[in-house]
């Protein structure tokens, strides 16, 4: 099969298209006929050299979340058949002709959408539901802060936070990204680059603060969060752009009652995967089906213009969704 393949470690250029196996599916688990695959930054440290894939995903093709047709299904899978239409979280090896998945971790396409658009969903929705609804615990009526509002997993909380009944705050870098944010649905987004958000937010909540925060930045981001938080507020770390050490203050963590917690999903175990993607499919597909929520993808490449994708990516530019398209 054709696929997208790091040829070692270094910058966008290192992505070629090249020949590879055909990947050989367990019990349990579908070939998956690619259509699209998305797009995720852990894609572009991969390439770098510096988020090595679990043993159980090619060492050298990336890719976490893809859309396409059942090919053939392993002799355990009762969900599926060939010719379905599916969407699926997987663990690398995205960026090729065929994929195969876990059958619990594909959701069926929604009837409206396109395979690019299904293909921007797995990653950023599984990771928002995760680490928003399950860790974070945001409740209706509740309150979130974004950091990276424009992205992939800011499109995805904004949209997932508002529809099920809770206020969306975020952080983006400039004033069209901020407009972008609040277009979606934002209740307000705050310009990181003009404004300092710990103030923003202490005048946005009356001094009260939000009870979740999501954060992809980390670093010196962290006092700021601290005094962005309310009373038994939840900071779920996702990321460490800015850096992985924070200086922390644990007088107003204790006096808060402050819950900080984080988690990669990458690594763990297919039943977790799974059980996100039940709630996703009770709770979120049906407002994908009603257009209340919406993919948003903002470019789409040809699988021979990986490299180019990619730098899209790094660029920052984009809002939403970067995703590869295969001919067939």
């Given at each position: ?20 196996p ?8 579908v ?50 058949k060939?010719?379905d ?83 969306a ?27 300092d ?26 006092p ?83 490299a ?21």
């Open positions: 099969m054709k696929a997208i393949v790091i040829t070692h470690p270094g910058g966008p250029e290192v992505l070629q298209l090249m020949e590879r055909r990947p050989v599916i367990t019990h349990n688990e070939l998956i006929k690619v259509m699209a695959a998305g797009i995720n930054r852990p894609d572009v440290f991969q390439r770098k050299g510096n988020y090595p894939p679990p043993d159980t995903a090619p060492a050298d093709i990336p890719g976490l979340e893809v859309a396409g047709t059942i090919a053939e299904v392993g002799e355990a899978v009762t969900r599926w060939p010719g239409k599916v969407c699926a979280l997987v663990t690398g090896g995205g960026y090729a002709v065929y994929c195969k998945a876990p059958e619990g971790q594909c959701l069926p396409v929604p009837a409206n959408l396109s395979f690019p658009e299904a293909a921007s969903l797995p990653e950023t929705f599984f990771t928002v539901w995760s680490n928003v609804f399950d860790r974070g615990t945001l409740k209706p009526g509740e309150s979130l802060l974004v950091h990276g509002g424009s992205s992939g997993i800011g499109v995805a909380a904004i949209q997932m936070a508002k529809a099920l009944g809770s206020t705050y975020v952080t983006a870098g400039s004033d069209d990204k901020c407009s972008f944010c609040e277009q979606l649905g934002a209740n307000k987004a705050i310009n990181y680059k003009t404004a958000f710990k103030e923003e937010i202490k005048a946005l909540t009356n001094g009260a603060g939000v009870n979740v925060i999501l954060d992809m930045i980390g670093g010196d981001y962290m700021g969060n601290i005094d962005s938080l309310s009373i038994e507020g939840r900071l779920v770390m996702i990321n460490a752009i800015n850096g992985r050490e924070a200086q922390l203050d644990l007088g107003k963590v204790m006096a808060k009652r402050l819950i900080i917690t984080g988690s990669m999903l990458r690594n763990r175990e297919t039943a977790f995967k799974v059980a996100i993607a039940q709630n996703l499919e009770q709770k979120i597909w049906p407002l994908l089906l009603s257009g209340k929520i919406r993919p948003i993808v903002y470019k789409t490449f040809d699988a021979c213009e990986a180019e994708a990619h730098k899209l990516m790094e660029s920052s530019t984009h809002t939403g969704k970067i995703v590869l398209t295969f001919v067939q």
